[in-house]
């Protein structure tokens, strides 16, 4: 059984380029969520996808944009990169019904230096 | 809003030394409580969790108890292992459909032999 897996591992851009950051949820699950860690600090919630449409969102401006595909699998894309984007970005999948509703498994995250 | 606070770290203990890290949370109404632990280079990876007061979830010797009285939720171990080193988040989630989760700074713990 795949756990959720993301791509890129690693990644290097330059300030104002764009990312685009992929994951695969746990099989079985139907709802992806997105958060941001940066070093020595917990995740911070960027947003969360279900049905292909963005449910929730935490403090983070529009450059940051999302989409989920019918088959559950996701993306991040951050646009007009600033230094301060640098962090690991970490896919949380889950159910969204049921008893094990939002219990999140993560994957091992895409770490994004801005230069 | 929700918020976690966690004890400051990092944390260092001899290997057979029993570990207290401290969580409380301020929340409304009556969310799920949980500890994720993130070992070198990996994701997250869930401890345990508790989703009602005074339930306790435990895992591999872990525990923690879910307090609402003192709204809190302290991991505790009796014996760490030098494979316990990792960094343990306390992280808690509200109980409507969907609900985010809102994590701790994280506590590291190492452990020597």
């Known amino acids: 059984d795949a756990g959720v897996t993301q791509s890129p591992t690693h990644l290097i851009k330059t300030r104002g380029q764009q990312v685009t950051l992929r994951c695969s949820p746990k099989?079985?699950?139907?709802?992806v969520s997105w958060y941001q860690q940066a070093l020595g600090q917990g995740p911070q919630f960027i947003f969360q996808?279900?049905?292909?449409?963005?449910?929730q969102r935490g403090n983070f401006p529009d450059r940051f944009s999302g989409h989920q595909y019918p088959n559950y699998s996701s993306e991040l894309n951050v646009n007009a990169l600033l230094l301060g984007d640098s962090a690991l970005y970490l896919c949380?999948?889950?159910?969204?019904?049921?008893?094990?509703?939002?219990?999140?498994?993560f994957g091992e995250g895409s770490r994004l230096t801005v230069l | 809003g929700n918020s976690v606070t966690q004890m400051e770290g990092p944390v260092t203990l001899s290997e057979e030394a029993f570990l207290t890290i401290n969580c409380t949370y301020t929340?409304?109404?009556?969310?799920?409580l949980f500890w994720y632990v993130q070992y070198p280079g990996e994701g997250l990876q869930l401890l345990l969790k508790?989703?009602?007061?005074?339930d306790k979830g435990s895992n591999k010797g872990f525990e923690a108890t879910y307090r609402k009285e003192t709204t809190s939720f302290h991991l505790e171990k009796g014996s760490v292992q030098v494979s316990d080193s990792a960094v343990y988040f306390c992280?808690?989630?509200?109980?409507?459909?969907?609900?985010?989760?809102?994590f701790g700074p994280g506590t590291r713990l190492s452990v020597l032999p």
């Open positions: 949380a999948s889950s159910l969204y019904f049921g008893q094990l509703a939002g219990e999140l498994f």
């Open positions: 099989s079985g699950h139907d709802t």
């Open positions: 996808y279900y049905e292909e449409e963005e449910r």
């Open positions: 929340a409304t109404g009556y969310p799920s």
């Open positions: 508790a989703t009602k007061a005074d």
């Open positions: 992280a808690l989630r509200g109980n409507n459909y969907g609900q985010n989760f809102v």
